[in-house]
């Protein structure tokens, strides 16, 4: 059974960066295999942030942090990150780490209710001045 642990999240300025850590451990890796970031605030629903294909290195954000946040993925050490700057009060959430070898990304973009393969327990960012 695979286990993501995520670390990095905190309290930041509006317009700061922090850049979260997931590490991956009993995750067997195929062609299909992916990981990534979802986030929820109180209130709302799930939303997908940012994934990434394994093979090969692709990746996918959601409009709001297009540009603004960098997902990445180090296969040596099994673990995936995420790089956010310009971080905004709508930011604020749980966000939580994801992999999955059964679908596609297009899928868990669109579907909000997905229920992910393996994920997280979350780590919280607070954007707020």
């Known amino acids: 059974q695979a286990q993501l642990v995520e670390s990095g999240g905190g309290a930041v300025q509006p317009g700061g960066s922090l850049t979260l850590s997931c590490e991956i451990s009993g995750y067997t890796y195929s062609g299909s295999s992916s990981v990534g970031w979802f986030r929820q605030a109180p209130g709302k629903e799930r939303e997908g942030v940012a994934y990434l294909y394994i093979q090969p290195n692709i990746t996918y954000y959601a409009a709001p942090v297009n540009g603004r946040f960098f997902i990445s993925h180090d296969n040596a050490k099994k673990t995936t990150g995420l790089q956010m700057n310009r971080l905004k009060p709508e930011d604020t959430a749980m966000y939580y780490c994801?992999?999955?070898?059964?679908?596609?990304?297009?899928?868990?973009?669109?579907?909000?209710?997905?229920?992910?393969?393996?994920r997280g327990q979350g780590t919280q960012v607070t954007v707020s001045s």
């Open positions: 994801v992999a999955d070898s059964l679908t596609t990304v297009a899928t868990m973009m669109a579907n909000p209710r997905y229920e992910y393969q393996f």
